[in-house]
């Protein structure tokens, strides 16, 4: 078979060309037998010059750990990075914006034109009027035969109970407490409530709002007095507010029932109420009961701190109503001291003229209507724990009863 004579004259070429290139042996057999022509040398890559960068004239100073500074390290002269350069220009923050923030408002502390007038008005009012908070109220509620610690300690459970709940329901429960089977024969003390299941205190209170969480405070709140203060309540606001399920309202309004001191008003929701309608809080109002208190406590004098809670609750529940305002039979809307009242005729009677006495006599039969279902509350036996069986098999015979219908339809 005849060859061309570059096919002989290959493997010469290859093994001339193996001193002067970088393949490997193996890379030379493949050549010899396949006839390839060798690879090409690598040449090595070529050295890249840098242009030299002019030193920084302001030296790096480095801190060190007494503090001083150094400029004499071979750092000082080692220019900065450009990376480094790069990461430390951060975007500026634009400036704060001058506007006026509502919170930043200090409160008044000048009193609002004829606020005394409007506050003997409002006493006037009470004294014709009689609400539930005369006779319902926490610091009516203790059982005035016991001890003054006792008392004491009862104050702070109506207290406790009372948040969210009318008076009503509340001293409908502080009665079933006092009275319960389950705490004689020593009744609503520290000790009996410290040996009672929390399961029977949330079933003895359940009429109260959020009573599972009011439950387990009370229990809370023994444990710590029992620990702490030596059975007794505590003394100061600062220690008072330490304890679970007690805010700055039921704080002072303790304070003042049990301790006979008043260091703050107790702001519920009726005073942050009206005290907003009145104009009491500035021309922007609060937003709740504690920045009410604080501005109130800015310029009212301190002898009115005691009465101003009975005051106004006492006006929300009969007069300033959350919902409906009877501004027609308040005398403060009549002189003209009330900036909120509503524009209106009074209560009308069946000829269509404004009737007053008609007025009176709603208020009397509404303050009627909540004694007698408070006595109704008290009249009533205390229900079982235990659910009635056909209470449980009432749902299990409704479901039942639709599978049936629906097994008889085609």
């Given at each position: 078979?005849?060859?061309?004579?570059?096919?002989?004259?290959?493997?010469?070429?290859?093994?001339?060309?193996?001193?002067?290139?970088?393949?490997?042996?193996?890379?030379?057999?493949?050549?010899?037998?396949?006839?390839?022509?060798?690879?090409?040398?690598?040449?090595?890559?070529?050295?890249?010059?840098?242009?030299?960068?002019?030193?920084?004239?302001?030296?790096?100073k480095r801190e060190s750990n007494s503090g001083d500074t150094d400029t004499d390290s071979p750092l000082s002269s080692v220019p900065p990075s450009p990376k480094l350069t790069i990461l430390s220009k951060k975007r500026k923050r634009a400036a704060p914006t001058t506007a006026v923030n509502a919170a930043a408002i200090p409160p008044p502390t000048e009193p609002p034109p004829q606020w005394r007038e409007l506050y003997d008005c409002a006493k006037e009012i009470r004294a014709e009027t009689e609400a539930p908070v005369d006779t319902m109220g926490c610091n009516r509620l203790a059982e005035r035969w016991r001890s003054p610690k006792d008392q004491r300690f009862q104050t702070?459970?109506?207290?406790?109970?009372?948040?969210?709940?009318?008076?009503?329901?509340?001293?409908?429960?502080?009665?079933?407490?006092?009275t319960t089977p389950?705490?004689?024969?020593?009744?609503?003390?520290?000790?009996?409530?410290?040996?009672?299941?929390?399961?029977?205190?949330?079933?003895?209170?359940?009429p109260v709002g959020f009573h599972t969480t009011k439950a387990h405070n009370i229990l809370a709140v023994c444990q710590i007095l029992t620990t702490q203060y030596d059975s007794d309540i505590p003394s100061t606001i600062s220690d008072l507010m330490s304890l679970p399920g007690v805010g700055p309202k039921i704080a002072h309004l303790c304070l003042t029932a049990a301790w006979g001191r008043t260091e703050g008003i107790g702001v519920d929701v009726h005073v942050h109420r009206i005290s907003n309608l009145w104009g009491?809080?500035?021309?922007?109002?609060?937003?709740?009961?504690?920045?009410?208190?604080?501005?109130?406590?800015?310029?009212?004098p301190k002898e009115l701190w005691a009465e101003i809670n009975g005051v106004l609750v006492g006006l929300g529940q009969?007069?300033?109503?959350?919902?409906?305002?009877?501004?027609?039979?308040?005398?403060a809307a009549e002189r003209g001291l009330c900036p909120s009242a509503l524009a209106g005729p009074r209560t009308k009677s069946k000829a269509g003229k404004s009737d007053p006495d008609q007025a009176d006599e709603e208020l009397t039969a509404t303050i009627k209507d909540e004694k007698t279902k408070f006595e109704k509350d008290l009249s009533e036996d205390e229900k079982p724990a235990v659910p009635d069986i056909e209470d449980l098999l009432r749902p299990v015979k409704m479901v039942k009863a639709a599978r049936k219908l629906r097994s008889r339809v085609p």
């Amino acid at each position: 078979m005849k060859t061309s004579r570059i096919s002989r004259d290959t493997p010469k070429y290859a093994r001339a060309l193996s001193s002067t290139t970088a393949t490997t042996p193996a890379a030379t057999r493949n050549n010899e037998r396949g006839g390839r022509k060798p690879a090409k040398a690598v040449s090595p890559p070529m050295p890249v010059k840098l242009k030299p960068q002019p030193p920084d004239p302001s030296p790096i100073k480095r801190e060190s750990n007494s503090g001083d500074t150094d400029t004499d390290s071979p750092l000082s002269s080692v220019p900065p990075s450009p990376k480094l350069t790069i990461l430390s220009k951060k975007r500026k923050r634009a400036a704060p914006t001058t506007a006026v923030n509502a919170a930043a408002i200090p409160p008044p502390t000048e009193p609002p034109p004829q606020w005394r007038e409007l506050y003997d008005c409002a006493k006037e009012i009470r004294a014709e009027t009689e609400a539930p908070v005369d006779t319902m109220g926490c610091n009516r509620l203790a059982e005035r035969w016991r001890s003054p610690k006792d008392q004491r300690f009862q104050t702070l459970i109506a207290l406790m109970l009372s948040p969210q709940t009318r008076d009503t329901a509340t001293a409908a429960v502080m009665h079933t407490l006092q009275t319960t089977p389950l705490l004689q024969p020593a009744g609503l003390t520290l000790s009996s409530l410290l040996t009672l299941a929390p399961e029977n205190l949330i079933s003895l209170i359940r009429p109260v709002g959020f009573h599972t969480t009011k439950a387990h405070n009370i229990l809370a709140v023994c444990q710590i007095l029992t620990t702490q203060y030596d059975s007794d309540i505590p003394s100061t606001i600062s220690d008072l507010m330490s304890l679970p399920g007690v805010g700055p309202k039921i704080a002072h309004l303790c304070l003042t029932a049990a301790w006979g001191r008043t260091e703050g008003i107790g702001v519920d929701v009726h005073v942050h109420r009206i005290s907003n309608l009145w104009g009491w809080t500035g021309k922007r109002g609060t937003k709740g009961p504690e920045d009410t208190r604080k501005v109130l406590q800015g310029w009212l004098p301190k002898e009115l701190w005691a009465e101003i809670n009975g005051v106004l609750v006492g006006l929300g529940q009969t007069i300033c109503l959350p919902r409906g305002r009877r501004c027609g039979v308040c005398k403060a809307a009549e002189r003209g001291l009330c900036p909120s009242a509503l524009a209106g005729p009074r209560t009308k009677s069946k000829a269509g003229k404004s009737d007053p006495d008609q007025a009176d006599e709603e208020l009397t039969a509404t303050i009627k209507d909540e004694k007698t279902k408070f006595e109704k509350d008290l009249s009533e036996d205390e229900k079982p724990a235990v659910p009635d069986i056909e209470d449980l098999l009432r749902p299990v015979k409704m479901v039942k009863a639709a599978r049936k219908l629906r097994s008889r339809v085609p």
